[in-house]
């Protein structure tokens, strides 16, 4: 017994010193990991970089400093860190193998906010859906339609496909087509509609709104409305538009061609 306590008490003096060194460098370690983080983030702050990048940054910086910090307390503890290399790399193989869709989207995410294709706000036509980008995570982008949908896409596939970023220009063309039948006059016509689209209070004057003759149809003319508004009154000039030049044309008396249906009525 007095073998073992002594064998104990020789092992608890050799190695307290080193696992209270260690102990320490792992406090003040992570305090200084934080003041670090902090700082960095104060720093993009303060050059108005994006918010998911600064995140995305400060995540990155965190699991880079604390995987630092572990190798050099298990260092002091004198264990073989050129050992450990080798385990950890043979570890980071095997899990790199098993989540390469994981590995393929967070390449893909970095890739997006590094090269920022769209932010959170923007209302975007990715992968056949149309929304408003909600959040931009390391893995996946949520997507807000119309019609209240959440759309989480994998930012692998998001960075491999055609991105259409509706706000990226600030505004939209509003693009209609109206026909008129043949009898009526095209002068009058093109005045009717463009009084239409220059009444509107949404409609941009810059650039300035078109009426054009667009195709000589089977039954009718066909006028091309051209007008521009901004990305969140799209959809209000869109309708608006729509109903008040068929108002428009039905005060001029300008008519609209429909099919007619036509009975015949046989005699007994």
């Known amino acids: 017994m007095e073998k073992y306590l002594a064998l104990l008490k020789n092992l608890f003096l050799e190695y307290s010193p080193r696992v209270l060194y260690a102990l320490g460098l792992l406090i003040i370690g992570l305090y200084a990991i934080k003041f670090i983080i902090r700082l960095v983030l104060k720093l993009l702050k303060a050059r108005n970089v994006d918010e998911t990048l600064q995140t995305f940054l400060g995540n990155l910086l965190g699991w880079g400093l604390k995987g630092l910090l572990i190798v050099a307390v298990i260092s002091k503890l004198g264990v073989d860190t050129t050992a450990l290399a080798a385990v950890m790399a043979a570890a980071g193989l095997g899990l790199g193998l098993a989540l390469q869709g994981a590995l393929g989207n ?4 970095v890739l997006i906010i590094l090269f920022k294709p769209f932010k959170v706000g923007d209302l975007v036509d990715v992968q056949g859906e149309v929304g408003v980008v909600k959040n931009i995570e390391i893995f996946t982008t949520q ?3 119309p019609t209240n949908k959440r759309v989480i896409i ?3 596939t998001l960075a491999n496909s055609n991105i259409t970023n509706l706000s990226a220009e ?13 009898d009526e006059d095209i002068k009058k ?3 009717v509609l463009m009084k239409v689209l220059t009444s509107h209070s949404k409609v ?3 650039p ?11 039954s009718s003319v066909n006028f091309a409305l051209r007008a521009w508004s901004t990305v969140e009154d799209y959809w209000i000039v869109f309708y608006d538009i729509t109903e008040n030049c068929k108002e428009a044309l039905d005060a001029a008396g300008i008519e609209i061609p429909y099919p007619h249906v036509v009975e015949i009525h046989k005699k007994e």
């Open 189 to 191: 016509t093109k005045e």
């Open 204 to 206: 941009l004057s810059e």
């Open 154 to 156: 994998p930012n692998g």
């Open 106 to 109: 967070f390449a893909g995410g």
């Open 170 to 182: 600030g505004k939209l063309r509003v693009d209609l087509t109206i026909g008129v039948g043949y």
């Open 208 to 218: 300035l709104p078109a009426v054009n003759v667009s195709e000589l149809a089977d």
């Open 143 to 145: 997507i807000l339609t």
